[in-house]
């Protein structure tokens, strides 16, 4: 419900049919760059998403974005179609300054539950009917919400001690079971990162899961709306999945960020990205299998270190294309920092050689895993995820296509080089631990092929048509719109929220993490499970506290 003017809407085709489905709901039109827009009234927030999930087909709450105005708060829900992400729609929720109330969404999308509390937490905006809305990123005593326009942040906090209630609820316990409540991190290597897990047994069993993230924020969203579009953004989305995914995340803010501008990339500089972000992806997954074994079986001297071995390949060849080993920093709006590293048949070599040498080792790795009778004990049929359910935690990337949901926004919603390019999307439909192995492993072969591709095209590029950015001004200042735009990460659908307004920095930024969304899909894999289970689930998922922290 910004000030600009109206911006048509990038999937015409819905527009009109559902500005005639939410008209009894709809109190003004707000188009966003990527989707029509309806304003609607915050005590008919569930009224509407039904509609829209139930009649028009729209299954995907792929993000919530709240945001506060100097007269308003707002909340937006990011609607997508699972079968078509480029059928977009946005709800927008304006609710008063001095009475920030509005319906949750959880009815309706169960992902909406954490997102929601993010809202709460960081801005401050109350949700009735929410099932359990408290703090997620920061500690219940903590005092203000950090992202809104009052937040005085040199204000000292005071940490009151308070009685912690008996996590037991009278649904987990009777008299006739054995129940205990068992901390779970936040300091253990099967962790995963700084993530406590409030765990509640019954007997071996688990009863109840809750995920409590939150020790490991970084203030990612202030930091990038303190940050200049063209220069000084661009450093820290390396810093959300630090691990492997840092080419995509660059890649998720640069999509967003030169839509927004009407910024064009050339088709060199596209073909490069796409082979950097595959080799990125193949990063991640190398060191979520390893990790992976470990945490399952102990799997150190075999499984880990081959992984480690292969995925220090890969990372010497974005060393040799970026100068860097963790933080690559490469992309640019407009394009890439720079070309390739010369002499380019010598780095051309260097990757042809890891690929010509991949399906042995993926064999490998088969051998050691998938075929092995101990990992299989371990992995098949535990933490089973049906499809409609990965849905509506909104999970994407690995998790959800190893439950049979077909999602990858490669290919759904094309963008870079993929739609010249010869590859496959990798799905299952067991939904359990040993499906999203399963899955990872195959990714990485169709990432393969992607680069080997990628290599073939490079190799053949004219000289004098190697243009590694467009004409970019130096400062960038976007006209006032808002846009969500995302790409397929290496852990699933990794979106940017932008609200411009005319000045170099964005008013809004918004992450939208797909870690995030995942984590809180593990009570619906472990609970009725066991212990080890629980951790086997918990690693399946491959999640980065950098990214879900933000």
Not at 81 to 105: F, H, L
Not at 235 to 260: H, V
Not at 463 to 474: A, G, H, K, M, Y
Not at 485 to 490: H, Q, T
Request: aromatic letters at 8%; hydrophobic letters at 35%; charged letters at 30%.
């Amino acid at each position: 419900m910004s000030s600009q003017s109206p911006i048509e809407p990038r999937n015409d085709d819905l527009d009109e049919p559902l500005a005639e489905l939410l008209s009894p709901y709809t109190v003004a039109r707000d188009d966003h760059r990527n989707a029509p827009g309806f304003v609607v009234r915050p005590d008919e927030v569930q009224d509407v998403l039904f509609t829209l999930r139930d009649e028009a087909g729209f299954d995907h709450c792929s993000n919530v974005t709240a945001q506060e105005y100097e007269d308003r708060f707002e909340s937006i829900y990011h609607l997508k179609k699972y079968a078509d992400p480029t059928a977009e729609v946005s709800v927008i929720v304006p609710t008063p300054r001095d009475d920030p109330v509005s319906q949750s969404a959880e009815p309706v999308y169960r992902t909406a539950d954490w997102h929601e509390r993010e809202a709460y937490d960081l801005v401050g905006i109350e949700y009735e009917d929410h099932p359990d809305l408290r703090r997620i990123l920061l500690p219940e005593t903590w005092q203000g919400h950090p992202m809104g326009l009052e937040y005085n942040q040199e204000k000292p906090q005071i940490v009151t001690l308070e009685a912690h209630a008996n996590p037991l609820e009278d649904d987990q316990h009777d008299a006739g079971s054995d129940t205990m409540f068992l901390n779970i991190g936040p300091h253990h290597p099967a962790t995963h990162g700084v993530l406590h897990i409030e765990t509640v047994l019954d007997g071996e069993q688990v009863a109840a899961v809750d995920p409590d993230p939150g020790y490991l924020h970084r203030c990612e969203e202030q930091l990038c709306q303190q940050g200049t579009y063209r220069h000084e953004i661009m450093p820290y989305p390396d810093r959300w999945d630090y691990l492997g995914g840092q080419i995509l995340n660059e890649w998720a803010y640069a999509r967003t960020a030169e839509e927004l501008a009407d910024l064009d990339v050339p088709e060199y500089a596209q073909l490069i990205r796409t082979m950097s972000g595959e080799l990125s992806r193949i990063l991640a997954h190398m060191l979520a299998i390893g990790t992976f074994a470990l945490d399952v079986y102990g799997e150190f001297t075999a499984t880990f270190m081959y992984a480690l071995r292969d995925r220090e390949i890969v990372q010497g060849i974005l060393e040799d294309l970026t100068g860097q080993r963790l933080m690559f920093n490469y992309l640019r709006l407009g394009g890439v920092a720079w070309d390739l590293p010369e002499p380019r048949a010598a780095f051309f070599t260097k990757i042809r050689d890891f690929l010509n040498e991949l399906p042995h080792k993926l064999d490998e790795y088969h051998d050691l895993l998938t075929t092995n009778e101990i990992f299989q004990l371990r992995c098949v049929d535990t933490g089973v995820l049906d499809a409609e359910t990965a849905k509506q935690y909104g999970c994407t990337g690995p998790v959800a296509r190893a439950s049979g949901v077909d999602y990858d926004l490669r290919r759904d919603d094309p963008y870079g080089y993929y739609p010249e390019l010869d590859w496959d999307v990798v799905t299952a439909e067991e939904g359990d631990n040993y499906a999203r192995v399963l899955c990872r492993l195959q990714e990485i072969e169709q990432s393969a092929r992607i680069i080997d591709q990628c290599v073939d095209l490079l190799e053949d590029w004219p000289t004098d048509d190697r243009e590694i950015q467009s004409n970019v001004p130096r400062t960038l200042r976007p006209d006032d719109a808002e846009l969500y735009r995302a790409v397929e990460g290496a852990k699933g659908e990794l979106g940017i929220y932008i609200r411009s307004d005319g000045t170099d920095t964005p008013a809004r930024f918004k992450i939208r993490s797909p870690c995030f969304a995942n984590l809180h899909a593990l009570e619906e894999m472990a609970v009725g499970e066991y212990v080890p289970d629980l951790i086997a689930s918990l690693a399946s998922l491959d999640i980065v506290l950098g990214e879900v922290d933000r």
